[in-house]
């Protein structure tokens, strides 16, 4: 969690600090900067605070960069400047950030220099082509053939470099990888038609050899840029999860710092309405909490000096003051992770789908080119007309589809999740969400809103309603709350009364010319009943108390995306940590008959892994923290973006807003993608199985060679390209 | 033929200016931010310090 990393306190003490002058650049995070009105306000609203020297906002990373004299300003006065102006902002972990920004620039550059290579030696090789068949002389055509090899040669030594590393790495690690036959391609095609250059000869691959790197470049750049912007997704969400805390000083004064710079024993103030930054224990004070995102149960929890509470909860009545503690090892939190390390080291071990292929791909590809090789050698070939018949066979064979097919439709995959207010966080979960059979669902907060709202409404009196009510508008207890909401969709307006007493865990009490009012739990209105804990009495006087129920209310469109679901075949589940009574009717409501409630986080995991063991591949929704180890177990993870900042770090996919149809899409999106994927490898084996046999014959020629190659690449990214286009919202 | 003496560099100076143009580019961040872009060229304020 964030509140336990160990980075440095960036904010006020940076003012205290003894750096003289010191310019700090800050880059901010940005929640909901969505158009290029919100681009200015967010920069006039940086360099409304006194000491900003520049601030440069970015649309497409949702961020800003700003550059301030730390003697001025702190990140605590810049992002209460943005909230000002509406927007909620969070510091970035900036030494995580650029690393791979650099390495997706490192691949554009040699993008650019092996598309240019690739251009001017098509161009003369065409013009070589077609002079073979007209009336170009030999001296001419020689010529041609090195101002070719003049280009190639600088362009494979500069753009082939990520290839040759990671086949070096491989190597040296004793393993094929995908990389091997490609700089092996690479790197024999230059050498040997180097050579046939000198000789005069006319096998000369110059331009397969430079258009197959820029093809593979691409490839490499489409997926690093996946990869980026998932990581940026996801680095965004977690930093914004972090918040301000206010720490009370020993002294008694009051200071802000982002959570991330709590340290075990600061002591902190949360205000009513707040979410508790870190673990603590409560030094002062009496409240409620709702653990909603931590246990999964809706209704709240009374706590007192000396209880426990944990980052995440949300205080609902009272001012709380905590003692934030040190992560130790018998807490909650610390159960969770060891949990969730250990789920995902099984997931760690996923292969892509183009690896796996890969796997089978390379021997395949080197065990042909030696064929080859040794087949003309013993044929009776010289070794020279041997290596450039095997030469164009690992050319023909080169993985064009894996390297550039499969990228190019995930990144059209991506951008369709995101206009859809999906942000996708694992560069493979598509892959993953594509294969999954079975969907399991939280329920608080993912198939509910994990918000109460007041049940059998219309048994209750207006006047009643009203009364309670006017109670009920003091307090910030979600089923006042409700009562609020009621009332004002019924009765239209609430009129709060004055003189009224909170008493926390109990209720509230006022009194009136008519007798005492109360509005609270059953105990508090003097009610021996069942003691069911999603209810709430009001009683006036010596009148008969009456009873409001209330229930989580689940999400819009739950029952119909689970009946999508069970339609298209798959086996739903629902597990809570919450009350039996209350799952099952949740379960009753939206459609799904297999539940289980009651569980603990290791309690999910059994049973996720029961089903795995049974030879399911789940996609597990939740939100909760006692989903995050869960989550990470399922073979795909979705997380709504109210979750719980341990939970979206474990999710593939982040959903916004109130629907829970976003699972629909995803897993729709995810399989069309799948399935572009398989058509791809299906085009590549065609043009493999077309053209391998020619190549091994000695019958392709350097022109054959280089046609295949591009119209292949040409074709399959045309085919991702479907995707992109399909179903615009 | 004579002519392609000199059309041929020329063609390859010119490819390589497009070359150069984009790595820098590519380099002085014009393409950190391709949503905003669009919106800034609307902007009537001129760019800040």
């Known amino acids: 969690m964030t509140a336990h990393a160990p980075a440095g306190r960036l904010a006020n003490e940076a003012e205290g600090a003894s750096r003289v002058g010191a310019s700090n650049t800050l880059t901010l995070a940005i929640e909901n900067m969505r158009c290029g009105g919100c681009l200015r306000s967010v920069e006039h609203a940086a360099l409304g605070v006194a000491g900003v020297e520049t601030a440069r906002a970015s649309l497409a990373a949702k961020r800003v960069s700003i550059a301030y004299d730390s003697r001025q300003a702190g990140a605590v006065e810049l992002i209460a400047a943005l909230k000002r102006a509406g927007f909620a902002a969070a510091p970035m972990e900036t030494a995580k950030e650029d690393r ?17 290579a690739a251009m001017n030696i098509m161009l003369l090789s065409v ?9 170009m002389d030999d001296a001419l055509a020689a010529l041609f053939r090195c101002l070719s090899a003049l280009i190639a040669l600088p362009t494979v030594a500069y753009a082939g470099q990520p290839f040759f590393a990671s086949a070096l790495g491989a190597l040296k690690g004793r393993r094929l990888n995908m990389d091997v036959p490609i700089s092996l391609a690479i790197l024999l095609a230059t050498a040997m038609s180097l050579y046939q250059t000198m000789r005069g000869s006319e096998q000369v691959y110059f331009d397969a050899a430079v258009s197959l790197l820029f093809f593979l470049l691409v490839g490499r750049f489409l997926d690093e840029t996946l990869r980026v912007r998932a990581r940026g997704e996801a680095q965004n969400l ?11 000083e020993p002294e008694g004064s009051h200071r802000m710092v982002p959570t991330h710079a709590l340290r075990p024993g600061d002591q902190l103030l949360v205000a009513t309405g707040e979410r508790v930054a870190a673990d603590g224990v409560v030094l002062a004070g009496t409240g409620q909490i709702d653990q909603s995102l931590i246990t999964g149960e809706t209704a709240p929890l009374t706590v007192r000096a000396g209880q426990e509470v944990y980052a995440g909860t949300l205080n609902l009545t009272k001012p709380l003051q905590i003692q934030v503690r040190a992560a130790d090892t018998a807490t909650l939190l610390a159960e969770i992770s060891r949990l969730m390390l250990a789920a995902e080291q099984g997931k760690a071990r996923y292969r892509r789908l183009a690896d796996r292929a890969a796997q089978i791909y390379a021997p395949a590809v080197h065990g042909l080119g030696l064929a080859t090789f040794l087949g003309w050698l013993l044929a009776g070939a010289t070794w020279q007309t041997a290596l450039t018949y095997a030469i164009a066979v690992l050319i023909i064979t ?24 999906i942000i996708i966080k694992a560069a493979d979960g598509l892959e993953r969400i594509a294969e999954t059979d079975m969907v399991v669902f939280d329920k608080t907060g993912t198939l509910t809103l994990g918000r109460p709202e007041l049940l059998d409404d219309e048994t209750i009196s207006d006047k009643v309603l009203a009364a309670a009510s006017s ?6 207890h979600p089923y006042a709350r409700a009562i609020v909401e009621a009332a004002q969709k019924r009765l239209g307006s609430v009129l709060p009364a004055s003189g009224i007493e909170e008493t926390p865990g109990l209720g509230l009490a006022r009194s009136s010319p008519e007798g005492e009012e109360r509005l609270g739990s059953a105990e508090w209105c003097g009610i021996d009943s069942g003691g069911e804990e999603s209810e709430v009495w009001y009683r006036r006087g010596s009148e008969a108390p009456v009873r409001l129920r209330f229930a989580d209310s689940v999400r819009s469109d739950a029952a119909d995306v689970v009946a999508s679901l069970k339609r298209q075949g798959y086996r739903l589940a629902l597990l809570s940590g919450d009350r039996t009574a209350v799952v099952n009717r949740v379960a009753r409501d939206v459609g799904i008959e297999t539940w289980r409630a009651e569980l603990k986080p290791a309690g999910k995991i059994a049973w996720l892994d029961a089903c795995a063991s049974a030879g399911r591949k789940m996609l597990m929704v939740g939100d909760g923290l006692n989903d995050a180890p869960a989550l990470a177990a399922a073979h795909a993870c979705m997380s709504p973006a109210s979750a719980a900042d341990i939970s979206q770090r474990a999710a593939d996919f982040v959903f916004q807003g109130e629907k829970l149809t976003p699972v629909l899409e995803a897993i729709a999106i995810g399989k069309r993608a799948r399935s572009m994927a398989l058509q791809n490898f299906a085009v590549a ?13 000695g019958l392709v020629t350097p022109l054959i060679a280089a046609i295949v190659m591009s119209s292949s690449s040409i074709l399959v990214t045309a085919n991702a390209a479907r995707l992109a286009g399909r179903g615009r919202p | 033929m004579t002519a392609l003496a000199w059309l041929i560099p020329v063609a390859l100076l010119l490819g390589g200016l497009g070359l150069a143009a984009f790595l820098w580019a590519l380099r002085s961040g014009q393409f950190e931010d391709l949503d905003g872009a669009a919106y800034r060229a609307l902007e009537d304020d001129p760019p800040d310090r």
Do not use: E
């Open chain 1, 471 to 476: 109670l009920a508008a003091a307090s910030r």
């Open chain 1, 398 to 421: 080169c993985p064009c589809a894996l390297a550039l097919a499969v990228p190019a439709v995930q990144i059209a995959a991506a951008s369709q999740l995101f206009r859809r207010r």
């Open chain 1, 238 to 248: 977690l930093s914004l999860q972090s918040g301000i805390a206010t720490i009370i």
């Open chain 1, 127 to 135: 013009a070589v082509w077609s002079g073979t068949a007209s009336d």
């Open chain 1, 685 to 697: 084996f065609l043009y493999n199985v077309a053209c391998v046999p020619l190549a091994m014959a």
């Open chain 1, 100 to 116: 791979g920004d650099a390495w997706h620039k490192y691949l554009l550059r040699r993008v650019a220099v092996s598309g240019f």
